[in-house]
């Protein structure tokens, strides 16, 4: 079992950037693979981006290729999410999982989110 607590989430104006960390307990976290998701107001959780158990490969939803960068930090058991030139469609509730699979069906540890808005 892993917990998972996200944080730097808030409002930004568009252009502006954000950090998200999710920062992992309860067991090794580098045995995970780790991806970020997110979630607008009447829309379905979509798939934002992905990392491997070494930080190694990584994947990006296209709407957010070449401005968002995730990475990870094992010894510090939390991973990132840099959002630059953020928009307003980015205004999303920013989930972060964590599998023994990378990029699986289905995750199977979630947190409980962080609020990211973009002003226009």
């Known amino acids: 079992q892993v917990q998972l607590v996200e944080s730097g989430g808030g409002v930004v104006q568009a252009g502006g950037s954000l950090r998200l960390s999710c920062a992992a307990s309860?067991?090794?976290?580098?045995?995970?693979?780790a991806g970020w998701f997110r979630q607008a107001p009447g829309k379905e959780r979509e798939f934002v981006a992905a990392i491997s158990r070494s930080g190694g490969t990584t994947d990006y939803a296209d709407s957010v290729k070449g401005r968002f960068t995730i990475s990870r930090d094992n010894a510090e058991n939390t991973v990132y999410l840099q959002m630059n030139s953020l928009k307003p469609e980015d205004t999303a509730v920013y989930y972060c999982a964590a599998d023994s699979s990378f990029l699986p069906k289905e995750y199977d540890f979630w947190g409980q989110g962080t609020q990211v808005t973009v002003s226009s």
């Open positions: 309860g067991h090794t976290f580098i045995i995970y693979n």
